[in-house]
């Protein structure tokens, strides 16, 4: 852990695809100011914001590589490829997380309307939103920003290319 990085409210479970695990892991909570140096302009805009990126602009839209969607901010495992799919929406959307307990979900009241967040369990970043019209099997669309995404192939998952920015 970095000095800069501070932990709190104790340890949650994660499950980790390399492993094929569940682990006890710190939460993770950093100042703006560390989030602004350590993501790009859009990732902190939308991962630390709530922003959203345009349709169709996002990196992982039209992206079709083999392996597992992480937390941009802290690396956790969010998303296999295997549950990725074509919403025509211009982001990318799946139809499941990679574990329930790998994001977490909270009513969002912005825009005059009613959605579900999705966000990082561990560190709290805004990843994009839940929706009930999904393909089987579970009629859900997780619509997520590119920006809040860090693809790794599915055979480097276990090297260092695989670490956290934590």
């Known amino acids: 852990m970095s000095m800069a990085e501070e932990t709190g409210s104790g340890k949650i479970p994660i499950f980790v695809v390399a492993t094929g695990k569940v682990e006890m892991v710190e939460r993770i909570r950093r100042t703006e100011g560390e989030w602004r140096r350590l993501l790009s302009p859009v990732s902190f805009s939308v991962a630390r914001g709530q922003g959203t990126e345009p349709a169709f602009t996002g990196r992982y839209h039209d992206f079709h590589g083999d392996g597992i969607y992480r937390c941009i901010c802290c690396g956790t495992d969010l998303f296999d490829s295997q549950a990725k799919f074509d919403s025509g929406t211009g982001w990318p959307s799946f139809t499941a997380p990679v574990a329930p307990m790998n994001v977490a979900l909270r009513t969002d009241m912005s825009y005059g309307m009613e959605r579900v967040e999705v966000l990082c369990p561990r560190c709290d970043a805004h ?6 019209d999904g ?20 055979g480097r998952l276990l090297g260092k290319e695989s670490r956290s920015p934590s």
């Open 127 to 132: 990843l994009g939103h839940v929706f009930d």
């Open 135 to 154: 393909p089987p099997p579970t009629g859900k669309r997780f619509c997520m920003n590119s920006a809040s995404l860090l693809f790794v192939e599915r």
